[in-house]
């Protein structure tokens, strides 16, 4: 079971594949980051905002971990306002996974 709490009933379907991509990305910590702001932002994305947050998750995990992290400096095609909200976004890393059984 993924992280997810927002229903994709209510999104269209492109709204839809982003938000199960962000929670299957294959790094657990990119998981919560992308999952966790997908989930707050992706129904109120512009298709532009959109389309670049497509294109930064088509990035590496390794790669997307150190830049977001600061330990890599994130390189000048990632210098955008999308990447920052993305980077400055602090999950909640204590949030339960499963739920209760």
């Given at each position: 079971m993924?992280?997810?709490t927002?229903?994709?009933?209510?999104?269209?379907?492109?709204?839809?594949?982003?938000?199960?991509?962000?929670?299957?990305?294959?790094?657990?910590?990119?998981?919560?980051?992308?999952?966790?702001?997908?989930?707050?932002?992706?129904?109120?994305?512009?298709?532009?905002?959109?389309?670049?947050?497509?294109?930064?998750?088509?990035?590496?995990d390794?790669?997307?971990?150190?830049?977001?992290?600061?330990?890599?400096?994130?390189?000048?095609?990632?210098?955008?306002?999308?990447?920052?909200?993305?980077?400055?976004?602090?999950?909640?890393?204590?949030?339960?996974?499963?739920?209760?059984?």
């Amino acid at each position: 079971m993924t992280g997810v709490t927002l229903t994709s009933a209510g999104l269209d379907p492109r709204r839809r594949r982003i938000l199960f991509r962000c929670w299957h990305r294959g790094i657990r910590e990119m998981d919560l980051v992308f999952g966790q702001f997908a989930e707050a932002e992706v129904a109120r994305l512009s298709e532009a905002e959109l389309d670049e947050f497509e294109t930064i998750m088509e990035e590496e995990d390794n790669d997307l971990v150190r830049w977001i992290m600061g330990t890599w400096p994130v390189p000048e095609r990632f210098q955008t306002p999308m990447f920052a909200r993305i980077a400055a976004y602090k999950p909640d890393f204590d949030k339960p996974l499963r739920t209760p059984e």
